[in-house]
């Protein structure tokens, strides 16, 4: 009786744990594919358009889903829900301080430009703590930390 009790046990926990773990799974970050796109109330197009965002390659942080809907949530918390079609894998970032961009992924490197606050960039390639960005004027390294939009 002990053995299917515990075992009972370790099967609710299992199942508790993934519960949690499938929840977290679903906040990625992801980009938009447009230069216009609604964000709605609920998910649906029948729910009310909340405001429009009007910024290619913005990442957003999605933090539910339902159906052909993504629940999202940008940097400043604005939320709302956006159609999976307006959406893509992440592929940029913004910076959060003001960053230096180096010509190779080392402090080491020659600087390259210096990049501002809310400087929205295009990402390359990361490795280990540095992305491989480009932006209109610029490419080069940058150090991963106060960015966001990055998985």
């Not at 926990?13 to 949690?20: A, G, R, T």
């Not at 929840?23 to 609604?38: A, H």
């Not at 964000?39 to 990442?59: A, C, M, Q, T």
């Not at 940008?74 to 894998?89: P, V």
């Amino acid at each position: 009786m002990k053995i299917k009790s515990l075992i009972n046990n370790i099967f609710i926990f299992l199942f508790l744990l993934s519960l949690v773990t499938s929840s977290n799974s679903e906040e990625i970050f992801v980009s938009l594919k447009k230069n216009k796109v609604n964000v709605r109330y609920g998910p649906s197009f029948e729910s009310d358009i909340k405001y429009i965002y009007k910024k290619i390659n913005l990442p957003l942080r999605q933090i539910d889903k339902k159906e052909n809907f993504r629940r999202i949530i940008d940097l400043k918390n604005n939320s709302g829900w956006i159609h999976i079609s307006q959406l893509k894998k992440s592929n940029s970032i913004i910076t959060t301080k003001d960053k230096i961009l180096f010509k190779k992924p080392t402090s080491f490197a020659k600087p390259v430009a210096q990049i501002k606050k809310g400087r929205l960039l295009i990402v390359e390639k990361c490795l280990r703590n540095w992305c491989k960005i480009s932006s209109k004027e610029f490419k080069g390294w940058i150090k991963t930390e106060n960015i966001w939009g990055l998985n």
